[in-house]
């Protein structure tokens, strides 16, 4: 079994050979221009992909700006707005309730606490860690399916849920690297470390950490 202290080089290692390979990336690939299309952005990303979201929301952020824009928004119209995005039904009763406890409870501001965000319907951890993200609050590490995915193969964690692979990477990286965590292994999600057939053979981590280690635990042979 490997130790905490080695875990802990050997992640290092990880965010700096993800930083150096792939440079400056944003924290958020979705478009948006207010901090409640930022919301739903996020919202309408699940179980989806960015491009698509942003595809969708060129057109729908031209209507809905406001908290009050999606507050008012009717339900059927929405639905059929949002409909690409999948699962709109839902989607769309979870932005109208959102947007109307929002008005009502936080008087049309988007909470930036952990605890009032995820009281929010469709808003779960990630969501929240990335709002907060987005407006300057570090309070945790957003875990997607490819920083859920990349987590277990790097070997930074054997958890089988998000928000336990999130308590993991907080004990092995300092929470200066946090904001940095969510993007990065997004990216190498996106370029090499893919689903499916990750591109073993051509990944700046598969190489040795030390004598005893990979830097990547998981080699995928063809
Ligand atoms: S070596 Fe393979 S499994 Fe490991 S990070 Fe690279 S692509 Fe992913």
Partial sequence: MELVEHKKLRAKKILFLLKKNYGFVPNLFLNYSTDAQMLVAIILSAQSTDNQINKVTKKLFKKYKTVNDFANAKKQVFEKEIYSTGFYKQKAKNIISCFLIIKSKFNSKIPLNMSDLISLPGVGRKTANLILLNKGIVEGIAV????????RRFGLSKSKNANDVEKDLKKIYKKIDWPNINKLFITHGRNLCTAINPK????????????????????FKK
């Fill in 144 to 151: 997607d399916t490819h920083v859920f995915r990349l987590s």
């Fill in 200 to 219: 073993c053979d051509n990944c700046f981590l598969n190489k040795k950490f030390d004598n005893n280690s990979n830097i990547c635990l998981k080699i």
